[in-house]
């Protein structure tokens, strides 16, 4: 099976589970902390340049759509 948000064009790339829905690729990450910065909640932080969540996630999206990187994946809210 796919893993969420799994774009399927490229190499398989070395992206991680940092929380149960988001997934942080620490190769395309430029430690820009955009977003960071765009979360509403403060779910996320930088640990020693890991991307790390706080467990609050709301999977609202907006730092997947606002990392100009793609290195940051959420999956959607289920209905
Ligand atoms: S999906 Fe929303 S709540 Fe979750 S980490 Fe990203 S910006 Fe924060
Ligand atoms: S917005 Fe993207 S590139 Fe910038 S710190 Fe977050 S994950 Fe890394």
Known sequence: MDPPGHRGTEM??????IDAHIAWTA???KHCS???TICPVKNLEFKDDEMTSL???TQCLLCMKY???FAIEVEAKKK
């Open 55 to 57: 467990g609050k996630c």
């Open 27 to 29: 190769d395309y990450c």
């Open 67 to 69: 990392c100009p990187d």
């Open 12 to 17: 398989p790339k070395p992206s991680k589970p």
């Open 34 to 36: 955009t977003c960071i």
